[in-house]
């Protein structure tokens, strides 16, 4: 139900724009993340958006310098990176949920009740 895309290799420095599409629920109910895996480790939050768009989160690693935004007509959400660095390696996954408690809910994954498939980032310093 959740399609994320537009991973790829990019030099240090440089952008990319992932996108998630979903299907199959009712978008604009739901809350959405991004969190990436790097090898060996654990899944991590990146950012996330309220319902309707009014409040965005971000992991402090990636503050100033990512920015996630939605658009609820064609059920999508997107996470734009600018300089990337090679620490942003790593595969990232988009997800949907509607049960989050406070603001700082957003941040676990615990939350999210759909996942998208996960697209490869990687970053060469």
């Known amino acids: 139900q959740l399609q994320a895309s537009g991973g790829g290799l990019v030099q240090a420095g440089g952008s990319l724009r992932l996108s998630c599409a979903a299907s199959?629920?009712?978008?604009?109910?739901?809350?959405q993340g991004w969190f990436r895996q790097a090898p060996g480790k654990e899944r991590v939050f990146v950012a996330a958006?309220?319902?309707?768009?009014?409040?965005?989160y971000y992991a402090d690693s990636v503050k100033g310098r990512f920015t996630i935004s939605r658009v609820n007509a064609t059920n999508t959400v997107y996470l734009r990176m600018d300089s990337l660095q090679s620490e942003d390696t790593a595969v990232y996954y988009c997800?949907?949920?509607?049960?989050?408690?406070?603001?700082?809910?957003?941040?676990?994954?615990?939350?999210?009740?759909?996942w998208g498939q996960g697209t490869q980032v990687t970053v060469s310093s």
């Open positions: 997800a949907a949920g509607s049960a989050f408690i406070n603001m700082a809910s957003y941040m676990f994954a615990r939350y999210y009740k759909y």
């Open positions: 199959g629920l009712t978008f604009s109910r739901y809350g």
């Open positions: 958006i309220t319902r309707i768009g009014g409040t965005t």
